[in-house]
């Protein structure tokens, strides 16, 4: 059974970073393209960035463009997401999403 786990998410000022994570098991990881999604209540869950599966390729949705990186090891079946100049607009439920697979999310939530 494939299994997505994200961590990493909390509360930071404007301003701030953090790195969220996000664990892959029940398949090959080295073989997968990876991504990161976010969802705020009320609205569509929407992309923010992508990874192939070498870590060569990389793709960003405009708003996180030259604040976000998203990165990869595949040794640790392992996905990352660093978000630096975190804005209050950030703030979102962030999902990690490979072949129809999602995570449970994390919750990221950034003060002005």
């Known amino acids: 059974q494939v299994q997505l786990v994200e961590s990493g998410g909390g509360l930071v000022q404007a301003g701030g970073s953090l790195r969220l994570s996000c664990i892959v098991s029940g398949r090959t990881f080295s073989g997968l393209n990876m991504g990161w999604f976010r969802q705020a209540p009320g609205k569509e869950r929407e992309f923010v960035a992508s990874?192939?599966?070498?870590?060569?390729?990389?793709s960003y949705a405009d708003s996180v463009k030259g604040r976000f990186t998203i990165s990869r090891d595949n040794a640790k079946n392992a996905v990352y997401l660093q978000m630096n100049n975190l804005k209050p607009e950030d703030t979102n439920v962030y999902y990690c999403h490979s072949g129809g697979f999602w995570g449970q999310g994390t919750q990221v939530t950034v003060s002005s």
């Open positions: 990874i192939n599966w070498s870590g060569a390729s990389t």
